[in-house]
């Protein structure tokens, strides 16, 4: 038979017999492909359920791993502004810690494995907890809580019949951790003239190998999956679906499960037979439950978004509903998967060794100056080259120059004597061509940032917001409050011109906050608008009731620091 294939030696089809394994697997309920519930990241009831991909401990974290927390941690905020309670919000992450990858990074580094796990987990989640993503629970593949997941989800495959022993032939790829099929591969030719095959979408070293497992009967889920897919909005961006789609309609073979165990020790050993573990996507998979309370009752579930980079699209929108599909649970409402930053052209990665240290980038930047940089910069349909030295210019332009220029000019005591915002005069506004075309770019804005935020576009929603204070600036600029400061007649304009300023504020401040939620709080602080009008509701009161005031007409003026100190560029 053909090299590269999947070559399933069926034998005798050995199912796994449930008195070796112990618990029952629950029935498949009936709803597991429905959507009742809307697609694209809709919200249970009352509640919200976002997970990151959990993260290799092979090394540590560079800047591609926080751009996929901080989508997830940036649409976890937003929703919060539209009303979820922070505590009906599941918002998890974690790390991946076994199989062959690992156990191999700890031996290279001399290190027990447990306490090379330990450290490099620590070091993910301590950068989170600095770069204020805001998760509510981090999972570690190595605490019980999951090996008893994972232990229970396998146990349930086996009882559901979903699978079989057989004979895996075929190419691995050990850094991506995933077998390939004949199409997958290539052959490379390397530095040193020799050839070597590599998988064909990561590049990566592929090794051949031959060896009995237990396999999952993914092909039987083939027309399930394809109505899942088949919901509009259910991957985004649409192209990331129209990929899966394609992908299960030209082949989807059964999945290896489990590896033996003389070969992968670090990991979970398959309930009943201590000869093998099993694989480590499952056991990754399986994280989201663990975050849920575990298999079998799971609560919430399902998820309604899971974010992951394009590199594991296949894992995530073939083999995990697949699985949920074989244990009876509902599948994920939505996958938000997103494109790689990238360096000279290339994917940014451990085994490249291209990486951006998300600390230093920090140390350079503030870390909400890079996550700015991240969300702003980085496009989910897209890769996304890392900034370099325009970088530091962005920052200095829309941080410093643009959103904290408004700031200085609305506060600064020359233009502002009184420390008010002063009420909207809306006759007087009828009467300011460019400040009525500021007042009705401000009716539509937070329609238009919700819009994107919603899908995820955050870079979008970015500029949309910067392209109101922006013009915001340019109608300061026009009216020039300076000259109007120096005439008592000029009043009720500079008044005008300093109202519409802090509307503008006020709007980017709530806006930012899924952004930049240190800087955005700093600004509404400064600002004086109370908590209960950060809320995204509180933007589309405007001007509308223009006798009520959203702002505290007490605030001290005066920034004793600046909002976003402009960075020193050589
Ligand atoms: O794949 N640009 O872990 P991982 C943007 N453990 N995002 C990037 C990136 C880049 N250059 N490099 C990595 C795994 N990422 C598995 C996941 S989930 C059940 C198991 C992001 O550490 C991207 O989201 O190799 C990728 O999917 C994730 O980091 C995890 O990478």
């Given at each position: 038979?053909?090299?590269?294939?999947w070559?399933?030696?069926h034998r005798v089809a050995?199912?796994?017999?449930?008195?070796?394994?112990?618990?029952r697997?629950?029935a498949?309920?009936?709803?597991?492909?429905?959507?009742?519930?809307?697609?694209?990241?809709?919200?249970?009831?009352g509640g919200f359920?976002?997970t990151?991909?959990i993260f290799?401990?092979?090394d540590?974290?560079?800047?591609g791993?926080?751009?996929?927390?901080?989508l997830?941690?940036?649409?976890?905020r937003f929703q919060?502004l539209q009303?979820v309670?922070?505590e009906h919000t599941?918002?998890?992450?974690?790390?991946?810690?076994h199989?062959l990858?690992?156990?191999?990074?700890a031996e290279?580094g001399g290190c027990?494995?447990?306490?090379f796990?330990?450290?490099?987990?620590h070091?993910?989640?301590?950068?989170?907890?600095?770069a204020?993503?805001?998760?509510?629970d981090?999972?570690r593949t190595?605490e019980?809580?999951?090996?008893?997941t994972v232990?229970r989800?396998?146990q349930a495959?086996?009882d559901?019949g979903?699978?079989y022993q057989g004979r895996?032939e075929?190419?691995?790829?050990?850094a991506?951790?995933a077998?390939l099929g004949?199409?997958?591969?290539?052959?490379?030719q390397?530095?040193?003239?020799?050839?070597a095959?590599?998988s064909?979408?990561s590049?990566r070293l592929?090794e051949?190998?031959?060896e009995?497992?237990?396999?999952?009967?993914m092909?039987a889920f083939?027309?399930?999956?394809?109505?899942w897919?088949?919901?509009e909005g259910?991957?985004r961006?649409?192209?990331?679906?129209?990929?899966?789609?394609?992908?299960v309609?030209?082949?989807l073979p059964?999945l290896s499960?489990?590896r033996?165990r003389?070969?992968?020790?670090?990991?979970?050993?398959v309930p009943?037979?201590?000869?093998h573990t099993i694989?480590v996507?499952v056991?990754?998979?399986?994280?989201?439950l663990?975050?849920?309370g575990?298999?079998?009752?799971?609560k919430?579930?399902?998820p309604?978004?899971h974010?992951?980079g394009k590199?594991i699209l296949?894992?995530?929108?073939?083999?995990?509903?697949?699985?949920l599909?074989?244990?009876g649970?509902?599948?994920?409402r939505?996958?938000?998967?997103?494109g790689?930053?990238?360096i000279?052209?290339?994917?940014m990665?451990?085994?490249l060794?291209n990486?951006?240290?998300?600390?230093q980038?920090?140390a350079q930047y503030?870390?909400?100056g890079l996550?700015y940089?991240l969300?702003?910069g980085?496009a989910?349909?897209?890769?996304?080259?890392?900034?370099?030295a325009?970088a530091?210019?962005?920052l200095n332009?829309?941080l410093?120059?643009?959103l904290g220029?408004?700031l200085?000019?609305c506060?600064a005591?020359?233009l502002?004597p009184?420390g008010?915002?002063?009420?909207?005069d809306?006759?007087?506004?009828e009467?300011?061509?460019?400040?009525?075309?500021?007042?009705k770019?401000?009716?539509?804005l937070?329609?238009?940032?919700?819009?994107h935020?919603?899908?995820?576009n955050?870079?979008?929603?970015?500029?949309a917001?910067m392209?109101?204070?922006?013009?915001?600036n340019?109608?300061?600029q026009?009216?020039?409050?300076w000259v109007l400061?120096?005439d008592?007649?000029s009043t009720?304009?500079?008044?005008?011109?300093?109202?519409?300023?802090?509307?503008?504020?006020?709007?980017?401040?709530v806006?930012?906050l899924?952004?930049v939620?240190?800087?955005?709080?700093?600004?509404?602080?400064?600002?004086?608008?109370?908590?209960a009008?950060r809320?995204?509701?509180s933007?589309?009161l405007?001007?509308t009731k223009?006798?009520?005031?959203?702002l505290?007409?007490s605030?001290?003026?005066?920034l004793?620091h600046?909002l976003?100190?402009?960075?020193?560029?050589q």
């Amino acid at each position: 038979m053909a090299a590269g294939r999947w070559l399933l030696h069926h034998r005798v089809a050995r199912r796994l017999g449930s008195t070796a394994l112990g618990t029952r697997v629950p029935a498949r309920t009936a709803a597991s492909t429905s959507d009742e519930r809307g697609a694209g990241g809709s919200k249970g009831p009352g509640g919200f359920f976002i997970t990151t991909p959990i993260f290799y401990v092979n090394d540590r974290p560079h800047i591609g791993h926080l751009y996929s927390a901080l989508l997830a941690d940036a649409a976890c905020r937003f929703q919060q502004l539209q009303g979820v309670v922070r505590e009906h919000t599941l918002f998890c992450t974690g790390t991946d810690e076994h199989g062959l990858k690992i156990q191999r990074s700890a031996e290279a580094g001399g290190c027990e494995v447990q306490a090379f796990c330990d450290a490099v987990s620590h070091d993910f989640r301590s950068l989170f907890v600095s770069a204020d993503v805001s998760f509510t629970d981090f999972v570690r593949t190595s605490e019980q809580r999951h090996c008893a997941t994972v232990h229970r989800v396998f146990q349930a495959l086996a009882d559901g019949g979903h699978l079989y022993q057989g004979r895996y032939e075929g190419w691995y790829c050990l850094a991506d951790e995933a077998f390939l099929g004949e199409g997958q591969v290539r052959e490379e030719q390397l530095p040193s003239g020799q050839t070597a095959t590599v998988s064909a979408e990561s590049g990566r070293l592929v090794e051949w190998h031959s060896e009995d497992n237990y396999m999952f009967r993914m092909s039987a889920f083939r027309d399930e999956l394809l109505c899942w897919l088949r919901a509009e909005g259910r991957v985004r961006p649409r192209h990331f679906q129209h990929q899966l789609e394609q992908w299960v309609s030209e082949e989807l073979p059964d999945l290896s499960v489990s590896r033996p165990r003389e070969r992968v020790p670090w990991g979970v050993p398959v309930p009943g037979d201590e000869g093998h573990t099993i694989y480590v996507w499952v056991d990754a998979l399986a994280n989201y439950l663990t975050a849920a309370g575990g298999f079998p009752t799971p609560k919430p579930w399902p998820p309604d978004v899971h974010v992951l980079g394009k590199d594991i699209l296949r894992f995530h929108g073939l083999c995990w509903p697949a699985l949920l599909l074989a244990l009876g649970l509902e599948l994920p409402r939505a996958l938000l998967c997103h494109g790689h930053w990238t360096i000279g052209g290339q994917k940014m990665s451990k085994s490249l060794g291209n990486v951006v240290d998300p600390r230093q980038a920090a140390a350079q930047y503030t870390m909400g100056g890079l996550r700015y940089l991240l969300l702003r910069g980085g496009a989910p349909h897209a890769d996304s080259p890392w900034g370099g030295a325009v970088a530091g210019h962005l920052l200095n332009a829309e941080l410093a120059d643009t959103l904290g220029n408004l700031l200085n000019r609305c506060t600064a005591p020359a233009l502002n004597p009184k420390g008010c915002v002063p009420p909207l005069d809306v006759g007087l506004l009828e009467s300011s061509p460019c400040g009525l075309q500021l007042a009705k770019h401000l009716a539509t804005l937070p329609d238009t940032i919700a819009h994107h935020y919603a899908d995820f576009n955050f870079h979008h929603g970015i500029e949309a917001t910067m392209g109101a204070v922006r013009q915001a600036n340019a109608f300061v600029q026009e009216e020039q409050p300076w000259v109007l400061a120096k005439d008592p007649a000029s009043t009720p304009r500079l008044e005008l011109v300093l109202r519409l300023s802090f509307e503008v504020l006020r709007v980017a401040g709530v806006a930012l906050l899924p952004v930049v939620p240190e800087l955005s709080t700093r600004l509404l602080d400064c600002l004086g608008v109370p908590p209960a009008l950060r809320t995204w509701s509180s933007l589309s009161l405007g001007f509308t009731k223009p006798d009520q005031e959203y702002l505290s007409t007490s605030f001290t003026l005066g920034l004793r620091h600046k909002l976003f100190p402009k960075l020193k560029l050589q």
